[in-house]
């Protein structure tokens, strides 16, 4: 027990900003180009961001209650090993330390790069179709060549070296990033409020209502949509809330660190509810600004929309600065993951006899060992996916286990009847309308991305076989009857 208590060095403030730390990121500053491709009034972008926050909020309540419940270190790999099966919590945990943080490291990485390669370069031209961000026959060596996989690599390397040499300076570093990217978040809304010039409104119309119900063509022209699928699921609407849903993700971030965070039966709850409010706020308002400062025909199908919003409301010259500033804070982003991630691999590896010495943690709590698993995984996602790639099968992925872990919180109402902590607000309206939502977007991504999904799955069926391995490990090493 004296070693738990020991591990419990994250206060309030520390899980919270794990929360917005993970969620502000790469999303937020990449997701309104795709968007804009079907999407284009004011009214109906502040709308789909506003449905995200919703949804991250019903999720978040019910991670609450479960992290409350089970406040250890290991998020659904902890909760759906105790709710179902372990052979589900192996799966999921394996899923959470490579689509939930290598995966998103990777993107975030790519991100900052892609937005330094900007300021330092120049812009590229916009995309012309959605999805088209990086050209799919680039192979990794030539990517090794790129100046954004070159940036990603090298604050990869450094981020992670911070948190694998000490776990104090990781989470200290951790505060002060997170409230530099707020900062600089309010401050450039400020500056869009009273500087943006551009002739958009935010007021519902029939033309964004057209837009957030209608078929898109640009995803199912030529294709018969089943009588389960409405239009608006297959449409503009389905297609950015897959990039909102990606952007919102990390609002369960401070579960997987649940086992070092002082009274969990409070905090964990507080960080979470309070970390997605905060961001659904800033995410709306940052989008409004974006639209605000430059037209529309000048962010459809950029992924840098930041740096070009910057440089239409401050000038090229303190834009490219804004620009700048903002790839630095995808910096906290990586940070906060490279800090959750691998106490997720820790606390798996600890169960499996075949890998327990990778769970080794120092004095401090801190498992250097997985911290360089991880960052293994990490590059590797890198260089085999493109950006848009990524994004998908983070998201498709993620969608699956975060709607089971969910229905578990459910599960276990049912069961166990009303736990004597935290208990969900808004129960049971809250976690019916997320598995309704997650279900519908994972049933768009099966119908419209069936590769980035084959991917996702095929992360499952691995997740399975390692599981399986691990089993057979510990018959092994077990002694004959």
Request: proline share 4%; with cysteine.
């Given at each position: 027990m004296?070693?738990?208590?020991?591990?419990?060095?994250?206060d309030?403030?520390g899980?919270?900003?794990?929360?917005?730390?993970?969620?502000?990121?790469?999303?937020?500053?990449?997701?309104?180009?795709?968007?804009?491709f079907?999407?284009?009034?004011?009214?109906?972008i502040?709308?789909?961001?506003?449905?995200?926050?919703?949804?991250a909020?019903?999720g978040?309540?019910?991670?609450?209650?479960?992290?409350?419940?089970?406040p250890e270190?290991?998020?659904?790999?902890y909760?759906?090993g105790?709710?179902?099966?372990?052979a589900?919590?192996?799966?999921?945990?394996?899923?959470?330390?490579?689509?939930?943080?290598?995966?998103?490291?990777?993107?975030?990485?790519?991100a900052?790069g892609?937005?330094?390669?900007?300021?330092?370069?120049?812009?590229e031209?916009?995309?012309?179709?959605?999805g088209?961000?990086?050209a799919?026959?680039m192979?990794?060596?030539?990517?090794?060549?790129s100046?954004?996989?070159?940036?990603?690599?090298?604050?990869?390397?450094?981020i992670t070296?911070?948190?694998w040499?000490?776990?104090?300076?990781?989470?200290?570093?951790?505060?002060?990033s997170?409230v530099l990217?707020i900062s600089?978040?309010?401050?450039?809304?400020?500056?869009?409020?009273?500087?943006?010039?551009?002739?958009?409104?935010?007021?519902?119309?029939?033309?964004?209502?057209?837009?957030?119900?209608?078929?898109?063509g640009?995803?199912?022209?030529?294709?018969?949509?089943?009588?389960?699928q409405p239009?608006?699921i297959t449409?503009?609407?389905?297609?950015?809330?897959?990039?909102v849903?990606?952007a919102?993700?990390?609002?369960?971030?401070?579960?997987?660190?649940a086992g070092?965070?002082?009274?969990?039966e409070?905090?964990?709850s507080r960080?979470?509810?309070a970390?997605?409010?905060?961001?659904?706020v800033?995410y709306?308002?940052?989008?409004?600004?974006?639209?605000?400062a430059?037209?529309v025909?000048?962010?459809?199908?950029?992924?840098?929309?930041g740096?070009?919003?910057a440089?239409s409301?401050l000038?090229?010259?303190i834009?490219?600065l804004?620009?700048?500033?903002?790839?630095?804070?995808?910096?906290?982003?990586?940070?906060s993951?490279?800090?959750?991630?691998?106490?997720?691999?820790?606390?798996?590896f600890?169960?499996?006899?075949?890998?327990?010495?990778?769970?080794?943690?120092?004095?401090?709590g801190?498992?250097?060992?997985?911290i360089?698993?991880?960052l293994?995984?990490?590059?590797?996602?890198?260089?085999?996916?493109?950006f848009?790639?990524?994004i998908?099968?983070?998201?498709?992925?993620l969608?699956l286990?975060?709607?089971?872990t969910?229905?578990?919180m459910v599960w276990?109402?049912?069961?166990?009847?009303?736990p004597?902590?935290?208990?969900?607000l808004?129960?049971?309206l809250t976690?019916?309308i997320?598995?309704?939502?997650?279900?519908?977007v994972?049933m768009?991504?099966i119908n419209?991305k069936?590769t980035?999904?084959?991917?996702?799955?095929?992360?499952?069926?691995?997740g399975?076989?390692?599981?399986?391995?691990s089993?057979?490990?510990?018959?092994?090493?077990?002694?004959?009857?």
């Amino acid at each position: 027990m004296s070693q738990q208590g020991n591990r419990r060095t994250v206060d309030l403030f520390g899980a919270t900003s794990i929360v917005v730390a993970n969620m502000i990121g790469t999303g937020v500053f990449t997701s309104l180009g795709y968007q804009l491709f079907g999407i284009q009034t004011g009214f109906g972008i502040a709308m789909i961001w506003l449905v995200g926050g919703l949804l991250a909020f019903c999720g978040a309540v019910c991670y609450a209650e479960l992290a409350t419940r089970f406040p250890e270190d290991g998020g659904e790999y902890y909760f759906l090993g105790k709710i179902y099966h372990p052979a589900v919590g192996f799966v999921a945990g394996f899923v959470s330390s490579t689509v939930g943080f290598a995966a998103p490291i990777a993107g975030a990485a790519l991100a900052l790069g892609a937005y330094l390669k900007g300021v330092f370069w120049g812009l590229e031209s916009a995309v012309t179709g959605e999805g088209d961000v990086v050209a799919s026959s680039m192979h990794w060596y030539s990517k090794m060549q790129s100046p954004d996989y070159i940036i990603a690599v090298i604050v990869i390397l450094l981020i992670t070296g911070i948190h694998w040499w000490n776990a104090r300076l990781g989470i200290d570093f951790q505060k002060g990033s997170t409230v530099l990217k707020i900062s600089m978040m309010v401050l450039f809304i400020v500056a869009g409020i009273y500087l943006g010039n551009q002739p958009i409104s935010f007021l519902p119309s029939d033309a964004s209502f057209a837009e957030l119900f209608g078929a898109s063509g640009l995803e199912t022209a030529g294709t018969d949509t089943p009588w389960w699928q409405p239009s608006w699921i297959t449409g503009a609407f389905a297609i950015s809330l897959v990039w909102v849903s990606f952007a919102f993700s990390g609002w369960n971030a401070s579960t997987y660190i649940a086992g070092t965070i002082v009274n969990p039966e409070k905090n964990l709850s507080r960080s979470i509810i309070a970390g997605t409010l905060t961001v659904t706020v800033l995410y709306v308002l940052l989008n409004m600004v974006f639209m605000m400062a430059s037209p529309v025909r000048e962010l459809v199908g950029v992924k840098e929309v930041g740096l070009v919003a910057a440089q239409s409301l401050l000038g090229k010259s303190i834009g490219g600065l804004m620009g700048g500033i903002i790839s630095l804070l995808l910096v906290s982003t990586i940070s906060s993951m490279v800090f959750a991630g691998p106490r997720v691999l820790a606390t798996m590896f600890e169960a499996i006899p075949a890998t327990v010495s990778l769970a080794k943690r120092e004095s401090d709590g801190n498992p250097r060992r997985s911290i360089g698993v991880q960052l293994l995984i990490t590059l590797i996602l890198l260089f085999a996916m493109d950006f848009p790639q990524l994004i998908y099968y983070i998201a498709f992925t993620l969608s699956l286990f975060t709607m089971l872990t969910v229905f578990g919180m459910v599960w276990l109402r049912i069961k166990e009847g009303k736990p004597s902590g935290y208990r969900a607000l808004g129960y049971p309206l809250t976690p019916l309308i997320f598995l309704a939502a997650t279900f519908l977007v994972a049933m768009f991504f099966i119908n419209q991305k069936p590769t980035e999904s084959l991917y996702g799955l095929s992360t499952i069926v691995l997740g399975l076989v390692f599981y399986g391995l691990s089993k057979l490990s510990t018959k092994a090493k077990s002694p004959s009857n």
